[in-house]
């Protein structure tokens, strides 16, 4: 079934414009309240956001639909993506929402999903919820006297604070450690820099001054320019940049040098599978991981397991076989072991424990391989198929031929804007910007013939 609502990620869309409408969201909480209520008990869902402007509006709009459909709702405020995910299961809650376009800039925003486990839905239970969206479903929902409620938690920054903590060995400090965390005006910009502070760290804090417009705006994970400036000016150890809603993370060494979320799962697969804490032999990353960590994995007896994009689908195949470290190149790591989803702090945590352990620098500790020259390209697309064209088809097997067997080729559409993403990697990196620039023309002639 092909979804009008939901993409990779949840719902996202430019802020009061279809699908981001104050509507559809209330919607959405209608829906969604009545596909999770189970039982004669009264119903609760966990509801964050991070600091869009919208927020405001897509907030309010939730509230009622979910009111409407006799749940109770926990308002939580700004507070990161896992801090919801965490406190679902924490105040056994039946539902998790999270208020976030994640890394885009200010002008969108999104509704991501989690159920009672604190994982995010599956495509059939989001299919469920979007049947709903388009039918009149005001009969089903709460006589007057079984309306819910809606209130602010107080304590909810605590409770994260400490969960990120634990997740540390007790005797673990980071005392000794000067680091520069980049908020992205989001989600994190009390969280993270008070956690790493309490931990014993020297903790210097940029872009921790939301003012619902500057969220993503030239900082965190996507943009760390600015942070690499401000480790060099202040002499850190380390800097890490988070987004917007704090699910994802980058580090930047004390030389300035940006590690991705592929160099961060290879340093804690090895740490981990070095400490037998590794499970089901290797990881689960997206087909966008580099190759070159696939052979980093290899040389050292672990399996890289590929999944679609979307951290999602790398939680699921991660459930499926046992795997309890993946995610993506894009700094989405997930570590089951503590957590549902991608944790920014907690994956950040996990390797300032590993630079404290091995009492090295950040660019010797972070730098487990040298990536396989990879480039990716997007095409703007104006509707249609162009990668069922006959031009475009044979140009990807033409690219294909080229790179064989040592090197790789993705090409999907994106699952949130009206793009196709190219991406062709392999040890000879002109070949590589060939290839990616043959197929993009196909694609862009193929529009133009359409």
């Known amino acids: ?95 998790g929402v999270m208020i976030s376009a994640s890394h885009n800039p200010f002008e969108d925003n999104g509704i991501k999903l989690f159920g009672p486990d604190g994982y995010k839905l599956s495509d059939k239970i989001e299919g469920r919820i979007e049947a709903m969206l388009d039918k009149d479903i005001e009969l ?9 409620r809606a209130k602010r938690v107080d304590g909810v920054h605590d409770r994260y604070i400490e969960f990120a903590k634990r997740t540390l060995p007790r005797a673990m400090s980071l005392s000794g450690l000067r680091i520069v965390v980049d908020c992205a005006n989001g989600a994190a910009y009390k969280v993270a820099p008070a956690a790493l502070w309490e931990l014993g760290a020297e903790v210097v804090a940029i872009h921790v ?90 040389g050292r007896g672990l399996d890289l397991h590929r999944t679609k994009v979307g951290d999602r689908y790398v939680v699921e195949h991660m459930r499926a076989n046992g795997l309890n470290v993946g995610g993506e190149q894009s700094g989405h790591v997930i570590l089951s072991d503590f957590a549902t989803s991608g944790d920014g702090l907690v994956t950040a945590l996990q390797v ?3 630079i404290k352990r091995e009492n090295r620098p950040a660019s010797e500790v972070c730098r487990k391989f040298e990536p396989v020259p990879q480039v990716l390209k997007n095409v703007r697309t104006s509707g249609g198929k162009p990668l069922e064209r006959a031009p475009v088809k044979a140009a990807i097997a033409e690219a294909q031929s080229r790179l064989g067997e040592s090197g790789r080729l993705v090409i999907r559409p994106s699952g949130t804007e009206p793009l196709i993403r190219v991406m062709a990697e392999g040890d000879d990196p002109d070949l590589v910007h060939a290839v990616v620039d043959d197929i993009i023309g196909a694609i862009a002639n193929a529009r133009t013939a359409a």
């Open 140 to 148: 089903a929902l709460a006589d007057a006297e079984m309306l819910g």
């Open 209 to 298: 001054d939301p003012d619902g417009l500057n969220i993503n705006s030239d900082c965190g994970s996507t943009s760390p320019l600015s942070l690499a400036k401000k480790v060099h000016e202040v002499r850190a150890d380390i800097g890490i940049a988070l987004d917007g809603d704090a699910d994802r993370v980058v580090i930047v060494d004390e030389n300035g040098t940006v590690v991705d979320g592929d160099q961060i799962m290879a340093l804690i697969a090895q740490s981990w599978h070095e400490s037998e804490r590794l499970a089901g032999g290797g990881i689960a990353a997206t087909v966008m991981s580099n190759l070159g960590l696939e052979r980093f994995l290899k």
């Open 352 to 354: 300032l424990a590993c």
């Open 1 to 95: 079934m092909t979804k009008r609502y939901f993409g990779t990620d949840g719902i996202r869309g430019r802020a009061n414009r279809f699908p981001m409408t104050a509507e559809v969201a209330m919607k959405v909480g209608m829906a969604a309240g009545l596909t999770f209520q189970n039982g004669n008990h009264r119903h609760r869902v966990v509801l964050g956001k991070d600091t869009r402007l919208s927020g405001y509006m897509i907030e309010n709009a939730l509230v009622s639909g979910f009111c409407a459909a006799g749940m109770d709702v926990f308002l939580l405020g700004p507070i990161p993506t896992p801090a919801v995910a965490m406190l679902v299961r924490s105040l056994r809650a039946d539902i």
